[in-house]
């Protein structure tokens, strides 16, 4: 089967952070560590196990980090190179899934947890909460905190991989596949959501308008009692998307204390060689963008005792006002079984706004994934919200 | 024999004219016809300045002389206009100095012990304490500022605000304590243009937000027809009722001088005169500054212009009750800047310059420059505007100073947010102004620092109500194109691009019509 297969490559994953920042396209040429490959196809031999046929799967913004080196080495331990990247996947079954039969579609929920890996459920997975699973380096298949970062699953992108039934969530007929492509990062949403803690009234920021800042926004809309939803967004279709999925109001990101501290009456202040921050400010930020300035910039904006919530890997910050302002630093990874959080994605993805956004999808073949990753590297530039590989496709 | 104001037609014999435009100016070629309004000369200057101040303290109008009305334990408050005045500022000494020197003698002749001076800032930003020492003067300085009797006012201070009452048509009357409790207030003004005074002097300069915004707001704005026309001027018909009410509380001493038109010193003086009439020095003057300009960093532009003082000479000063004192400073202010001109034109020209009254020391940023030009040039006229209704207003400004986040922090969330939304004054002002208003950081810094207050680029955009209610398009040429379009008008190149696209509104032919200003002039429109 063709893959596009990530391998272990020092000089290339150097060469990309050194200079993938400044010459954009060493990330999708010379510095990429993947590769287009014919693999064997992946057999699902135990129990519980069925192959899939991959239907499409998007491209995240991890993925692209993980592929320009920008990924903290934290994460080296919890993969097993090489590996087919790709875990916002919608697939087909190939086999018979316990109750699931074959031909079926299906969106798969990436965490590799205990039930996958047959093992004993740890603590977490016995309470359902299967995204802090401590066992994900261990059992029946390689270490790989996901699908899409395990070697001896395989990915989404690629033709074929295979998921454990407890991963896998059946998609109604109702459904495109751009809108059950679109199920795994809502459900993400959801939990963030959860995470954010919000009091009904209160005023919230979302710094990032990708996909997932904008479907973060649309699960604190639809599924919390926020009051005020303020959205940074860099470019103009990103802004009108935002409002459309419940942004009361949407910034530029060098305007984000001015309107922060607008609205909410705080102080400013300016320190020595520094950017500004404010005493006073949002109750809850969310951090949708992972990078430095952007997590910054929540820290910054959120009032003493608020909630900053990191929705993306986050880059390296000062953390100083964490401790000055006693904030409450939240991190938000994958989603719970507990909370049926795929179940409730999978009606989210028939709003109005996510339906419209799924036409947007932009689908690629596999062997045209230098230009598909040259897109998603650029995708806010160039108007897009989603890139996804179709491996059916041949142009 | 000083020559009056008058109107030059061009011809092909007239020269470049000048043209202020932020920190520089240009040499423009006016179309054939142009009528171009040139201010009256400076009127002579009062040789005998300290004789005059003690003629008019001691023979004041419909009033006792001062003296009389001093006596020993009283409550004696002098308030004086802030540095908004005069522009540029005065070479020093400062005509408020010199005054305050001889009320204070009086007083201490009197007995009087219980002094305060107050500037009378309203709500623009607290003046520094060089920039008090500078108008009040060395001496009176030294014996007030450090024990604190010489101070600005603080609209946001609640404890030394007074509600005096309501006037017959509602408006609070909110003024600063001392003042409104002393035995005597004695204001000092300075009345560079028939805008200012009279009741406007007490009655909002020493008010607060709940008082002053009664009329500052879009509704009165565009009833002022024109602001320096006090009879036919809304907000002054508010202030005159609230200064009556004051009236009728404290008794209110009011000093007001008139200025002659000596605004640039030498070697600037070539921008006061008529262009045909340069001298050789003059001519290389206007080349060698323009030639430094083109090169010069906007830091440097922007110190050498503020650097600047007025030379200015006092051509009145007038003392005693409120109404009758303002008219004869109006007449004095008539006498050196209004011109009569015949009929209104399609479109009006005004080059606006590096200063204004709210950037003193600072920059002029779009909506300062758009107030000047809209609210104060726009608004220099008698009878009917310079332009007619459905005409168009071209505008020589750079648009690109910035904004100075010390003087104008509220400016900038202004500027982003709420013209960002509208900028029709009748929209914004319902919807924002309280918030801004009432904005804490804005109040401290306010209170604090050296701020305008947080709605003052509301009352910047109201001013300019009028013009964009009368006219039909608003162009400026050299202006920021994005600032400009913020603004809600448009930017050109040059004044050809200017009139070609004023053609759509105005058609190819228009009259043309270029207020040569500074120095000051009021259009006398018949």
Known sequence: ?395 | MTRPGFVLEVDDRTPPLLVQEGLGFRLEDFPQGTRVVYPPESLPAIDDVEGAIRDALLHPVDSEPLPELLFPGMRLTIAIDDLSLPLPTMKAPDIRGRILEQVLTMAAEKGVDDVEIVAALALHRRMTAAELKHVVGERVFRSFYPQGKLYNHDAEDRDNLLHVGLTDKGEDVEINKRAATSDLLIYVNVNLVAMDGGHKSVGIGLASYKSIRHHHNAKTMVHSRSFMDHKHSEMHSSAWRMGRLIGENVKVFQIETTLNNDVFPKPYDFLMKREWEWSIKDQASALAMRRGLALAPQKLRHKMFHDLRGNYGLTGIQAGAVEPVHELTVQKVHQQQRVKIEGQSDIAIFGVPYLGPYNVASSMNPILAACMGLGYYFNSYLRQPVVREGGVAILYHPLDEGFNTLHHPSYVDFYEEVLAESTDPHVIGPKFEQQFAHDPWYIHLYRTSHAYHGVHPFYMWYWTAHALDHLGDVIWVGGDRGAAARMGHRAASTLQDALEMASATVGSSPSITYLHNPPHLLADVR
């Open chain 1, 1 to 395: 089967m063709l893959a596009l297969e990530m391998v272990r490559s020092v000089p290339k994953t150097v060469l990309g952070k050194a200079a993938g920042g400044r010459i954009p396209m060493l990330l999708t040429g010379l510095a990429a560590p993947l590769r287009l490959v014919t693999l064997d196809s992946p057999r699902a031999e135990r129990p519980g196990w069925a192959r899939l046929r991959v239907l499409m799967s998007g491209i995240c913004g991890s993925d692209l980090g993980m592929l320009s080196g920008s990924t903290s080495l934290y994460f080296s331990a919890v993969v097993s190179l090489p590996f087919v990247p790709g875990h916002e996947i919608v697939a087909e079954l190939m086999d018979d899934c316990e109750d699931l039969p074959a031909g079926t579609r299906v969106v798969v929920d990436p965490v590799l947890a205990c039930a996958a890996r047959g093992v004993e459920p740890c603590e977490a997975c016995i309470r359902g909460e299967t995204n802090r699973c401590s066992r994900i380096t261990v059992g029946d298949v390689s270490p790989g905190l996901q699908t899409g970062f395990c070697h001896d699953t395989g990915g989404g992108w690629s033709e074929q991989l295979v998921a454990h039934r407890s991963q896998l969530h059946p998609v109604p007929d109702g459904l495109t596949d751009e809108q059950a492509l679109l199920v795994e990062p809502v459900a993400c949403a959801i939990h963030t959501a959860a995470r954010a803690g919000i009091r009904p009234g209160d005023r919230v920021l979302v710094s990032g308008a990708g996909a997932v800042g904008l479907l973060a926004t649309l699960a604190l809309r639809e599924l919390t009692d926020a009051g005020e939803i303020l959205v940074v967004a860099k470019h103009g279709h990103q802004a009108d998307l935002a409002r459309e999925f419940g942004a009361t109001e949407v910034v530029r990101p060098k305007e984000v204390l001015r309107r922060v501290r607008r609205a909410t009456g705080a102080f400013q202040l300016e320190p020595e060689f520094g950017p500004p921050y404010l005493l006073g400010g949002v109750d809850v930020a969310l951090d949708a963008v992972g990078s430095s300035g952007s997590l910054e910039t929540c820290l910054h904006a959120t009032r003493a005792g608020g909630r900053v919530v990191l929705s993306g890997m986050p880059g390296k910050a000062d953390l100083s006002a964490a401790w000055f302002r006693e904030l409450e630093l939240v991190g938000t990874y994958a989603s719970a079984h507990r909370d049926d959080t795929f179940t409730r994605a999978l009606e989210l993805v028939g709003h109005d706004a996510v339906a419209r956004l799924s036409k947007t999808v932009a689908p690629y073949p596999l062997h045209r994934w230098r230009e598909a990753l040259d897109h998603a590297h650029s995708a806010g530039r160039l108007g897009t919200v989603k890139v996804a590989f179709d491996p059916r496709r041949t142009s």
